[in-house]
């Protein structure tokens, strides 16, 4: 069969099961658009490029499929930068299809020319430069495959204007040929044997449970062996879903600002079982001194990423889900009441000083607004954030039952995130309550967006946290800096007209008393709702862990605050 | 110590950017690079060698892997293998001074492959110490210019010879 290049893309995008991609029109990739209309693939036309990669970032996400994100050559292939450097610190799916000037063109600075596969290597998994029709099947293969098997991943797709012109034969190729690419599935016996050893001979076990969890689909595996060995599962922010929050063994966020008594756990543990995680510094503070009597058995798939930051007693290289299969039938049934009789009153102790226990001063802070909003959707809501305080207030206090309910810019810390991804998320569920939570500095990064969600119908629910500052950087200000604060001070346009202008039915909140009825006024509207919130300018999250210090060195909230009397 | 690792590449186009630019990301700095043609006109081989005091050969060994080009990485260093640098050395020789570069050059069994009235050009192969040991007695003569290819190596034998079966790399050996 004889097409074009541009339908052979299509051809096999819709065999890979894409029905929607996010992207934005321009000279290099025409033929590409001209070629869609056929398809029977749905278009969201972003308002910037940065949205598209964030958009298939979060449909990846949500959905465990992989994201499409499309743009011209040149200024819309740089664009889509941010978000592939998010997706790829982040391990998520998606494929970007760029197009190029005319291969005979390359490297002659034709207009809108950049070496986007130059400029993406070091933040893909793997890219391509096609300059022929009859590439595109093949490489469009493999680019899925590659992007959402292994430790998934951004692939970038870089197609000339003359392969998308030009006629090939097609046919869809059935299997990917790819000698250097094989990731680990299975653990060598040895190791799963003196892994098993360690587990039957600690008693004061710990789980760390990463990002690999849901990507693997473990989940449940996870569950069955913490519930064999009875070893409680501190969670990594995108580990967050794990397990279920409310099991008995949950023990939440790990490291800068997780839960103090998580933090210390893991560093008076006697074994880390570290299931799909990479050590980042944000969950190990000082690693000199990291659970210094803690024995370590990691399991990853990325072999890189083993005894890359800590160095471990056992490495289990392999797929998470399969590894514990292997592992499970060699361990056997544990109790560790002492050590979890322990980590109670280290948890006891968190709570006493948790916000949620200050009597209400009238003033609104984000750890209640955010939790009115987890009661509001019984924690089952998919949230995304931007990133910031916002960002950390929303881990700590929209606690989630599911893996892929909880979205946010992990690895990268990207601003800009929190509207695009909801955008996304809700195109993979789009019967599911979406809410997204940013700042008042990170939404304006993408608020164009906006314009889009409305376009789509989008129905997300919009929650800005407004302190009129950029909260996380003036925090370290104060703790670090003395207090003086340096490019924080954040004036902020009316974000209910800014809103309305664009047809979103808002409002604005400043009282505790108003929460409520806001939250509930954006459940009830059709379609995208924002609402503001004039949160406490200066409140600080903790615990927080200062940089190189060890990870039970927290700062804490004042207990003398906590502990002030109801009146 | 020095690491000498062998990785066989698919022959394609920017893969042998792709390998620099993993170098300069991840902060690995190389004593050499080596590539060139094989047996199999699809597969490129270069020889590696690191620092180990610099660098953990392991770890450049696990992010070649990550590479999708890379078929194969092996580290050599401590298996029976034949390794050899290359080098062209052009000395100051006046024609009085030929004879003693001539004769340096016969103890090394490297090869004078020119001859102009003030200078000579020796070529000689061998390991890197042979070809610093030639290089440290011909600096008092004057050394007026040096290249040399990397080094490059093979496995002894036909036993553990450099894998080109999928799935036989050490993957798991970590």
Not at chain 1, 167 to 174: C, D, H, L, T
Request: proline share 6%; hydrophobic share 45%.
């Amino acid at each position: 069969m004889i097409k074009a290049g541009a339908e052979i893309l299509w051809e096999c995008m819709v065999r890979e099961g894409v029905d929607v991609v996010f992207g934005y029109p321009g000279g290099a990739n025409m033929p590409i658009y001209d070629a869609m209309l056929s398809y029977p693939v749905h278009h969201v036309l972003v308002r910037h490029e940065q949205g598209a990669a964030h958009m298939a970032d979060g449909y990846a996400r949500a959905s465990g499929k992989v994201g499409v994100a499309m743009a011209t050559s040149g200024p819309g292939a740089t664009n889509l930068v941010t978000g592939i450097a998010t997706a790829m610190l982040d391990s998520s799916p998606i494929v970007c299809i760029t197009g190029q000037v005319h291969a005979h063109l390359i490297g002659g600075d034709a207009f809108q020319e950049t070496d986007v596969t130059g400029i993406t290597l070091p933040i893909t998994k793997h890219n391509y430069l096609v300059t022929r029709a009859d590439e595109i099947a093949e490489v469009v293969r493999e680019a899925f495959y590659i992007a959402r098997s292994g430790r998934p991943g951004p692939v970038l797709i870089d197609i000339c204007k003359n392969a998308q012109i030009e006629k090939a034969e097609f046919a869809y190729p059935e299997k990917v040929s790819l000698p250097g690419y094989r990731p680990p599935a299975h653990a060598p016996q040895a190791a799963l044997q003196k892994a098993a050893e360690m587990i039957a001979q600690a008693e004061r076990p710990v789980i760390l449970a990463g990002h690999g969890v849901k990507i693997s689909g473990a989940a449940a595996d996870v569950r069955q062996f913490a519930e064999k060995t009875q070893a409680p599962v501190a969670s990594t922010l995108l580990g967050l879903g794990s397990l279920p929050a409310s099991h008995p063994l949950n023990l939440g966020m790990m490291g800068m600002h997780g839960e103090a008594f998580c933090n210390i756990a893991i560093q008076n543990a006697d074994l880390l079982l570290a299931f799909g995680m990479r050590f980042d510094d944000r969950v190990t503070g000082n690693l000199r001194n990291y659970a210094p009597r803690a024995r370590k058995i990691h399991i990853e798939i990325d072999p890189s990423e083993i005894n890359k930051n800590v160095s471990v007693d056992v490495s289990l290289a392999g797929d998470l889900k399969t590894v514990l299969a292997d592992l499970n039938p060699l361990v056997g049934e544990r109790q560790h009441a002492a050590w979890l009789a322990e980590i109670g009153e280290w948890q006891a102790e968190s709570q006493e000083r948790d916000i949620q226990s200050w009597p209400d001063d009238g003033k609104l802070y984000v750890p209640h607004v955010v939790r009115d909003i987890w009661q509001a959707t019984s924690g089952d809501a998919i949230l995304t954030t931007d990133v910031g305080q916002h960002q950390m207030w929303a881990a700590q206090y929209y606690p989630v039952e599911l893996p892929y309910r909880f979205i946010t810019s992990g690895g990268s810390g990207t601003m800009g995130f929190g509207v695009p991804s909801a955008i996304g998320a809700w195109f993979a569920h789009p019967g599911r309550e979406v809410w997204t939570i940013v700042g008042d500095g990170g939404f304006q990064m993408t608020q164009a967006e906006l314009s889009t969600a409305v376009q789509e119908g989008a129905n997300i629910k919009i929650a800005i946290m407004n302190n009129n500052f950029l909260g996380m950087v003036r925090q370290w200000q104060e703790f670090f800096f003395e207090r003086r604060y340096s490019a924080v001070e954040m004036r902020t346009p009316d974000f209910v007209k800014i809103a309305e202008a664009h047809g979103i039915p808002a409002r604005r909140v400043d009282q505790p008393d108003q929460v409520a009825a806001a939250i509930e006024f954006a459940r009830q509207t059709p379609g995208p709702a924002l609402v503001e919130f004039m949160v406490e300018k200066e409140e600080a999250v903790y615990p927080m862990v200062p940089t190189g210090a060890d990870l039970d060195e927290m700062i804490r909230r004042p207990l003398r605050q906590a502990a002030l009397p109801a009146d | 110590m020095q690491h000498t690792l062998i990785a066989l590449v698919e022959n394609k186009p920017g893969v042998l950017n792709r390998v620099a630019s993993l170098f300069r990301r991840r902060n690995f700095n190389i004593e050499s690079l080596n590539v060139g043609q094989t047996e199999d006109p699809n597969i490129s081989r270069m020889t590696i060698v690191v620092d180990n005091e610099m660098v953990e050969a392991r770890k450049v060994e696990a992010n070649l892997y990550k590479l999708i080009n890379v078929i194969d990485v092996q580290d050599v260093t401590h298996q029976p293998a034949v390794t050899r640098d290359l080098a062209l050395i052009k000395v100051k020789a006046s024609p009085e001074e030929r004879a003693e570069v001539s004769n340096l050059a016969s103890i090394f069994r490297a090869k004078i492959v020119d001859v102009a009235a003030d200078s000579v050009i020796v070529e000689i192969t061998g390991t890197e110490d042979k070809i610093e040991s030639l290089l440290e007695l011909l600096k008092p003569l004057g050394v007026m210019e040096m290249v040399r290819t990397g080094q490059v190596a093979m496995m002894r034998g036909n036993g553990l010879g450099v894998r080109h079966t999928p799935g036989a790399n050490g993957h798991n050996r970590m």
